[in-house]
Nanobody, 121 residues
Framework: QVQLVESGGGLVQPVGSLRLSCAASGSIFSINAMGWCRQPPGKQRELVAIITSGGTTNTAESVKGRFTISRGNAKNTVYLQMNSLGPEDTAVYYC???????????????WGQGTQVTVSS
């Protein structure tokens, strides 16, 4: 059993800031990468940012320079600092992780429940 739980979403005004958090728990042997995706209303889910266990990051062009992804000291947490938010950032944000469970040799992707971010005046 593996679970990812997001927090930190909410309503924010344009150009405001918000920080999302995600914690992974369960029978996890190792985590190779964690990241964030988002799904705007009526649109498909899209990549926002990812970070590997080695610290390498990859951020979508649409949020580059505004969003920053980072890992917690425990390595089972990931954060997304969002600055200069605009209405186009309104979406459900999902945490995801590529990890290996105990007694399993293959790597799988797990998803969180999602947290709503609404940018509006």
């Amino acid at each position: 059993q593996v679970q990812l739980v997001e927090s930190g979403g909410g309503l924010v005004q344009p150009v405001g800031s918000l920080r999302l958090s995600c914690a992974a728990s369960g029978s996890i042997f190792s985590i190779n990468a964690m990241g964030w995706c988002r799904q705007p209303p009526g649109k498909q889910r899209e990549l926002v940012a990812i970070i590997t266990s080695g610290g390498t990051t990859n951020t979508a062009e649409s949020v580059k320079g505004r969003f920053t992804i980072s890992r917690g000291n425990a390595k089972n947490t990931v954060y997304l600092q969002m600055n200069s938010l605009g209405p186009e950032d309104t979406a459900v944000y999902y945490c995801n992780a590529r990890l290996t469970r105990y007694m399993a040799g293959n790597e799988l992707v797990y998803w969180g429940q999602g947290t709503q971010v609404t940018v509006s005046s």
